[in-house]
């Protein structure tokens, strides 16, 4: 037997490191194996429920960091939810229709031209599921716990039926309707956008000033007078069917070098400056009320071009008269339409022009550009042309250009249900995030009419027939009908059958007086798809309920889900599928960039699981401010394996120390524990206070920050560090050892509960060493926040006396460099203590030495403090080598070494423990 053998050294088989790469996968199938997602909700199936609703991410391609975000932000929520009272289901979705599936199919080699629509369909939809179980996958590795056999998918066919119905009650309050109008068009997707679908780039562009020779000035111009017009799409100048003025506007006939002129009287010095006119005469002024109805030759083709008024017409750029093409353009769309003027729009779906313009057919539209500004110069006309760089809008999948193209759409209108929108935004919606509510609320008060058709073939079809007439056909019959065939065959039904027999049987209708029925070609936007989701999941589900409690997606979801729920929503139910929004922002590199493959900047979400584990990239994300752009990087993600470590070791060290802690038999009670010890757990309870309150707030990061302080500062800096002459030292019944297991074993299971949510596989690794009833911590409950009436009086004394040993360990620091000390057991300190701190030292008690890890503690007067001691203000410390001899069993330096004759080498309390508990050892020695 040797000395250390009479020490309670801790021990523990909880490993220092976690493995966490291979032992999550070992963990994960326990967990599925053991129905431990299941056994949450039948524990809760009682409880209040909360209902995050999912929103659903795109099946198409691994995972992407920003997923990996999003759903260990909607499972750190989702967990604490149900650890906290509530009964939280959390029910996974998926995005499977649209152009990208389409596109993956024809890179992998599929002509679709060469397949009937049904056969494309199917293979769409192959493509999708093996894209949805894939993710799934990888969202299971991350540790997300959740309905993951039963997620819904919008190619389901139960909720293409409610889509279905969901837009049969929309077109029954006459919001869907068909217009012919310019929309977001994208020649390289072939088909519509919505805004949603739009994003912008910098693109060189022209910008030239044209002449438009009046044809008939109504007698108040000359017959040789222009109209000057800027444009930056000449493309568009086939189109043109009107020149649009301002009503209120003054306007003005110019003379220069003999030509006639016709500009805003505002834009004349601009004007004169651009063209370097020097001798200009005015000669007539006139509102632009006076110039309607007069007409101008349109600048390559034989027709005229009507002078029109318009209020979107704007002295900010240009000459403040309009090159209008109605068919390219919304406001010019209105302001023609107004006078009855055609809508042309002579380019087709693929960007191409017809043979509505001569000369041009065939020709794409952005290289239409050079050969229209040659026509222009030919005909004398171009005033001026130059290139300049702007901001001009994109399809966000393609990332090309867009266009404004008039052709027939299905609309939503937005109109007839903005104002109840902008109600419910403002008055009966948490917005989370402080710019949430000004963002969606602007986007729906700006917001034109939805279209909501698309010339796509994967999605879901809009159930309208047509009567021989033409007539469109969307009756609450015609839908139910539709939506069950849905329910039972799917939406390939649609483009299976012909359109008689999609209808009811027997089906009329007066328009038809032959019986034959048409049905729509066009599909619906997936962003209707998605913002169904409340009447086809929330609705339809039994463990989930509606309104929502909270939608959560990234940023960009103010113009895409957030905002398509709300509209549908309020179109049908007339309140707000959810309660609550917050948003995310994007994940950018180490430096802040965006991520990008070609830049190589990029971070696999299923690369880090691999080497550093799942909890470690859950951590990272309570480590960061996600309502705003966040950063990661490999060397981000050390800093927060360096903090996982130091978790788990301090978690380690306190496991050692409980091994022989039994609760039910050693814990002691509250009020019978030193001050000390109460203190301890005082500040336990306000990290319980803290989080708990964190958690309900989403505020992540202070969970992470408060944690991790505690188990740093206040556990392993303190009282850790003290408690091993405790711990090691006394006896292992001896009521102060009790004490501080007690204390330790409290902290250790109340913050494996709290970090539960967090890092789910640490803490049930952890909570396997504890001696609780619980099998699994998941299914244990939020500790509560304790109500101990001596709180106050505690943290008089311990606040103080933390802040003083602070100042300790600086000036043991400083005795350390100047080599009057080694370990800080070395040392004696002489405290030089005003009234205060003298108070405060009485109250500390008799274990001051222990508290801060010195041998000996000697107090006395500030007033007698030496000129050498170290002061602060209202104490001084003095550090000195301790007297008498190192204790061998204990390290400390004591007086009474070697007052007891049969242990010489030991210090008195030492000495009693060995003596009368390890007489063995002694006897050893003596023989020895």
């Known amino acids: 037997m040797k000395m250390k053998d009479t020490l309670n050294l801790g021990k523990t088989k909880f490993p220092m490191r976690g493995k ?22 039948e524990l809760n199936k009682d409880k209040t429920p909360f209902i995050l609703h999912d929103g659903p991410p795109y099946a198409n391609g691994n995972i992407h960091i920003g997923h990996a975000m999003n759903k260990i932000t909607k499972d750190i929520i989702i967990r604490a939810k149900s650890m906290s009272g509530f009964r939280a289901p959390y029910i996974p979705g998926w995005d499977t229709h649209g152009l990208p599936i389409e596109q993956s199919l024809t890179n992998e080699g599929v002509n679709r031209k060469e397949l009937s629509l049904s056969e494309f369909r199917k293979l769409c939809e192959e493509y999708a599921w093996k894209q949805v179980n894939q993710q799934r996958e990888d969202f299971k590795r991350l540790g997300v716990a959740g309905d993951w056999d039963h997620p819904y998918v919008t ?36 088909s519509t956008l919505a805004e949603a679908e739009i994003e912008y780039k910098d693109v060189e562009s022209y ?63 601009t004007l004169k400056a651009e063209f370097g006119w020097e001798d200009v005469e005015v000669e007539k002024t006139f509102t632009g009320r006076e110039l309607e109805y007069m007409t101008a030759n349109h600048p390559f083709y034989d027709r005229e071009s009507l002078v029109i008024l318009g209020e979107h017409v704007t002295l900010d750029s240009g000459t403040g008269l309009v090159h209008t093409a109605g068919g390219h353009g919304e406001d010019d769309y209105y302001a023609v339409k107004a006078y009855d003027l055609p809508i042309l729009s002579p380019v087709d779906g693929e960007g191409k022009f017809t043979d509505e313009a001569p000369g041009l057919e065939g020709i794409f539209y952005e290289d239409a550009n050079e050969k229209v500004v040659g026509w222009l110069e030919d005909e004398g006309v171009l005033l001026k042309s130059s290139k300049f760089v702007h901001s001009y809008p994109h399809d966000w999948r393609t990332k090309k250009p867009v266009i404004f193209r008039a052709t027939p759409q299905w609309f939503c209108s937005v109109d007839k249900i903005k104002a109840d929108t902008l109600n419910t935004i403002e008055n009966d919606i948490e917005w989370i995030h402080p710019s949430g ?3 969606i609320y602007n986007m729906i008060k700006g917001r034109g009419d939805w279209v909501i058709s698309r010339q796509r073939v994967w999605g879901v079809p809009l159930p309208i027939f047509y009567a021989e007439d033409g007539t469109a056909i969307c009756t609450p019959e015609t839908i139910e009908h539709v939506a069950k065939l849905f329910e039972e065959y799917g939406s390939n039904v649609w483009f299976e059958r012909e359109a008689k027999d999609l209808l009811p049987e027997g089906f009329t209708h007066p328009n038809s007086p032959n019986g034959q029925f048409t049905k729509e070609k066009d599909i619906m936007d997936v962003w209707f798809d998605s913002g169904s989701s409340h009447h086809g999941v929330l609705r339809t589900r039994e463990e989930l309920s509606f309104p929502a409690d909270l939608y959560l997606e990234g940023s960009d979801q103010y113009r895409g889900w957030f905002n398509s729920s709300l509209l549908t929503s309020i179109a049908v139910n007339d309140q707000a599928p959810y309660k609550a929004v917050l948003s995310q922002g994007f994940v950018n590199d180490g430096e802040g960039r965006k991520m990008s493959k070609s830049i190589g900047n990029t971070i696999s979400p299923n690369d880090v699981t691999n ?33 996982y470590r130091r978790i788990r070791n301090t978690i380690r060290f306190m496991l050692g120390n409980i091994a ?11 009020e019978d524990l030193d001050p000390i010890d109460q203190f301890m757990l005082n500040q336990l309870n306000e990290v319980v206070k803290s989080v708990r309150h964190a958690y309900d707030t989403y505020d992540f990061m202070t969970i992470n920050h408060d944690i991790l302080n505690f188990l740093t500062l206040q556990m392993s800096n303190f009282y850790m560090d003290y408690s091993k002459d405790v711990t090691y030292i006394e006896r292992q019944n001896d009521p102060k050892r009790r004490n501080m297991q007690t204390v330790m074993y409290e902290v250790v299971k109340k913050l494996t509960i709290l970090l539960t949510p967090i890092i789910p596989h640490t803490t049930e690794e952890i909570w396997s060493y504890l001696k609780e009833d619980a099998d699994y911590v998941q299914l244990t409950e939020f500790p509560e926040v304790e109500n101990y009436a001596n709180t106050d009086e505690l943290n008089k004394v311990w606040v103080p006396f933390l802040e003083f040993r602070n100042n300790v360990n600086k000036s043991l620091e400083k005795a350390r460099d100047e080599k009057v000390i080694g370990k800080s057991l070395e040392a004696k300190l002489h405290l030089y203590l005003n009234d205060e701190y003298q108070t405060l030292m009485s109250e500390v008690g008799n274990q001051l030495a222990t508290y801060l890890i010195v041998s000996q503690v000697e107090l006395h007067s500030l007033a007698d403090a030496p000129a050498e001691a170290d002061n602060y203000e209202n104490y001084a410390i003095e550090v000195d080598h301790a007297d008498g001899d190192v204790c061998e069993r204990c390290r400390a330096y004591r007086v009474d070494v070697g007052s007891n004759e049969k242990a010489p080498h030991l210090c008195a309390r030492c000495a009693d423990i060995v003596v009368n508990d390890f007489p063995e050892l002694l006897t050893e020695e003596s023989d020895a």
């Open 437 to 439: 509510e000004p963002r």
């Open 155 to 190: 190619l389901d066919p139960v909720f293409e039926a409610q889509q279905i119905r969901l837009f049969g009650e929309m077109f029954n309050k006459g919001l869907i309707f068909k217009g012919l109008k310019p929309v977001y068009w994208s020649p390289s997707s072939e």
């Open 660 to 670: 022989d802690f039994e609760p039910t038999e050693h814990e002691v009670a509250y």
């Open 20 to 41: 966490l790469a291979t032992k999550e996968v070992e963990r994960q199938k326990e967990w599925e194996d053991q129905h431990v997602y299941e056994r949450r909700q």
């Open 207 to 269: 910008s030239i000033y044209i002449t438009f020779s009046v044809r008939d000035g109504k007698g108040k111009l000359p017959d040789d007078a222009k109209f000057i017009i800027w444009t930056t799409t000449p493309w568009t100048l086939p189109a043109n069917t009107a020149i649009a003025v301002h009503p209120d506007f003054e306007y003005q006939l110019v003379t220069v070098n003999d030509n006639h002129y016709v500009i805003a009287a505002e834009r004349l010095e």
């Open 611 to 643: 080497t550093r584990g799942a909890d470690i990239l859950r951590l990272w994300v309570t480590s960061v401010d996600s309502f705003y752009d966040v950063r990661i990087s490999d060397d981000i993600l050390g800093q927060v394996a360096e903090s």
